[in-house]
C-alpha cells in the first residue's frame, strides 16, 4: 500500500492509493497519466455528455412535433432523451418497407401503437417504462389500445 502521485492529462495532479503488485500499479499509474481524467473531471464530463444529450433530444423532438412532456425540469430532460431514444428503437425495427409488407389491419394496429405512444406526455410514463424496449413499449401499447386483444 502506497501513494502515489498521478498528473492526469486533464491538467489535475493527485494523490492516490494503490493495490496490488509493484508492476500492476506502474502501469496504473501509466494508464492513467495517457487516458485519463481524474475523477472529479470525468464526472463533470459525464454530467455535460448528459446535458448534451438531453438537449439534442429536445431539440429533434421539437423539431419532429412530438408531445411537450410533464413533469419536473429534470424528468421531463431525462423522459425526453428516453423517449426520443425508444421511438428510434422502433423505427429502426420497423422500417416503412417492412410495414408495406403487413396485412393492412395489422399495419392499422401498429400505427396505433405507435400513435399511443406518441400520445404518451407524462414524463413518469417514459421514464418508468425506460427498460421495456420497443418490442415491451409496443406490447404495453398493444394491450392498451386494446389492439392485442382485437
Ligand atoms: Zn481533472
Redesign the pocket.
Known amino acids: 500500500m502506497a501513494q502515489y502521485s498521478i498528473n ?1 492529462p ?3 495532479t ?1 494523490t492516490e492509493q494503490l493495490y496490488g503488485k509493484i508492476d500492476e500499479r506502474y502501469r496504473t499509474i501509466a494508464y492513467r497519466e495517457s487516458n485519463g ?6 464526472a ?1 464530463k459525464k454530467v455535460e455528455m448528459r446535458a448534451e444529450e438531453n438537449k439534442a433530444a429536445a431539440e429533434e423532438s421539437h423539431t419532429l412535433g412530438l408531445v411537450q412532456l410533464e413533469g419536473s425540469e429534470k424528468q421531463v430532460a431525462w423522459a425526453t432523451t428516453i423517449r426520443k431514444k425508444s421511438l428510434d428503437e422502433i423505427s429502426e425495427q420497423f422500417t416503412e418497407a417492412m410495414m408495406l409488407q403487413f396485412p393492412a389491419p395489422e399495419r392499422a394496429k401498429f400505427e396505433a401503437c405507435v400513435a399511443w405512444l406518441h400520445s404518451q406526455n407524462q414524463s413518469r410514463f417514459w421514464i418508468d417504462n425506460r427498460e421495456r424496449g420497443a418490442q415491451g413499449l409496443l406490447k404495453l401499447a398493444a394491450i392498451k389500445t386494446g389492439a392485442l386483444a382485437a
Open positions: 492526469y486533464c491538467g489535475h493527485l481524467l481524474c475523477g472529479e473531471c470525468f463533470a
